[in-house]
C-alpha cells in the first residue's frame, strides 16, 4: 500500500483557494488518488478521485502529475464551512482490495472570515 | 434514498463487557466496511464484508468480530471491552467494494469506563 503524507494543517481565509499537496512517491500502477472530507463527529464523504492529469467536480479539482508521486487537492474560494479534515487516499481500486485503503492522518484545514 | 444508518449513535460501557454495532447499508450496496476512529490512531480499517463474507481485514485483535446478513445489513462485536476501545465506529457502505467511493454512516461513539 503506498504510503501518503500530507500537511496537519493549513489556514485560510473565506473566497481563498485552498490547496492540499499529497506526497504518495510508491505509488503502484493500478493506483487512484482519492480525497474524502469529514467534519467533526460525522463520517468521511467522497470528495473527488483521480488516475493521472486534472479532475474536476462542482466541490474541487484534483491536479496530478506525469509521475504521479503526489497531488494536490484544490478547492476554489473556501467559505467558513469548508473547515473540515481532508484525507488523501491511494489504492488500487481494480481488485476486491476497497477495504485495505488507509486513512492517513489528514489535513485540518481552519477557514476563517 | 436513504444514507447509511448506524444504531446506536451514543454508547457507554464499561470494562470487560461487550457491545454490538448496527449497521444498515444504501439500499442495493452489498459490500459493508468498518473503521474505528481515535484520536491518537485516525482512521483504522477493521474489516469488510460484502455478500455475507468477510472479504478483507485489518490489524485488530479477535475480540472484534463482525457479520453480515442476506439483505446486506452489518453488525460488528466487541468482546472484552478495554479502555482503548473508546472510538467513533463508522460504517461505510458502496455497491461492490471495487468502486470509486464509499459511503459513510454517522458512527456510534462508544466510550468505555
Known amino acids: 500500500l503506498a504510503k501518503t503524507t500530507q500537511p496537519i494543517s493549513m489556514d485560510s481565509y473565506e473566497g481563498q483557494e485552498v490547496n492540499i499537496t499529497c506526497s504518495h512517491n510508491n505509488i503502484a500502477t493500478n493506483d487512484y488518488i482519492t480525497w474524502y472530507q469529514q467534519f467533526p463527529s460525522q463520517g468521511p464523504r467522497f470528495i473527488i478521485q483521480?488516475?493521472?492529469t486534472k479532475v474536476t467536480n462542482e466541490v474541487a479539482s484534483l491536479f496530478i502529475p506525469a509521475d504521479r508521486k503526489s497531488s494536490t487537492l484544490s478547492l476554489p474560494r473556501v467559505s467558513l464551512s469548508d473547515t473540515a479534515v481532508y484525507y488523501c487516499l491511494v489504492g488500487d481500486l481494480t481488485t476486491d482490495s476497497w477495504g485495505k485503503l488507509q486513512f492517513g492522518a489528514g489535513t485540518q484545514v481552519v477557514v476563517t472570515p | 434514498k436513504a444514507g447509511v444508518t448506524q444504531t446506536p449513535r451514543y454508547l457507554i460501557k464499561t470494562r470487560g463487557q461487550q457491545v454490538t454495532l448496527s449497521c444498515s447499508p444504501i439500499s442495493g450496496h452489498r459490500s459493508v466496511s468498518w473503521y474505528q476512529q481515535t484520536p491518537g490512531q485516525g482512521l483504522q480499517f477493521l474489516f469488510e464484508y460484502f455478500s455475507e463474507t468477510q472479504r478483507n481485514k485489518g490489524n485488530f485483535p479477535g475480540r472484534f468480530s463482525g457479520r453480515q446478513f442476506s439483505n446486506s445489513r452489518s453488525e460488528m462485536n466487541v468482546s472484552t471491552l478495554e479502555l482503548g476501545d473508546s472510538a467513533l465506529y463508522l460504517c461505510a457502505s458502496s455497491p461492490s467494494g471495487t468502486t470509486n467511493e464509499q459511503f459513510f454512516g454517522p458512527g456510534t461513539r462508544l466510550t468505555v469506563l
Open positions: 483521480g488516475y493521472k
